[in-house]
Nanobody, 120 residues
Framework: QVELVESGGGSVQPGGSLRLSCAASGSFGSIYQMGWYRQAPGKQRELVADITRGGTTNYASSVKGRFTISRDNAKNTVYLQMNNLKPEDTAVYYC??????????????WGQGTQVTVSS
């Protein structure tokens, strides 16, 4: 019943921009945390950025100043604006929504992943 629909991935040249979107739908109520993770071939999945319902943000040091995360609580949608993209940003990006700390019925849902490729 829970579904995350991602869009906005693609291929760009270094210095280009992309905007990722992820809309969450399901039976749960308000979402505490939404975020983006990425995984490159041969590497572990890593957190790129996340944002709480109240608007507190967290970024990986490698993307600070280049990426911006935001959310629309009414639409249960999270966005990732990626500017000045670099080849090392190439990865599959996964949307995540969660409240892992809940004692009763914690949740942790993932999108299918969208490919971002940065190359000349």
């Amino acid at each position: 019943q829970v579904e995350l629909v991602e869009s906005g991935g693609g291929s760009v040249q270094p210095g280009g921009s992309l905007r990722l979107s992820c809309a969450a739908s399901g039976s749960f109520g308000s979402i505490y945390q939404m975020g983006w993770y990425r995984q490159a071939p041969g590497k572990q999945r890593e957190l790129v950025a996340d944002i709480t319902r109240g608007g507190t943000t967290n970024y990986a040091s490698s993307v600070k100043g280049r990426f911006t995360i935001s959310r629309d609580n009414a639409k249960n949608t999270v966005y990732l604006q990626m500017n000045n993209l670099k080849p090392e940003d190439t990865a599959v990006y996964y949307c995540n929504v969660n409240n892992r700390a809940l004692v009763q019925r914690p949740y942790d849902f993932w999108g299918q992943g969208t490919q971002v490729t940065v190359s000349s």
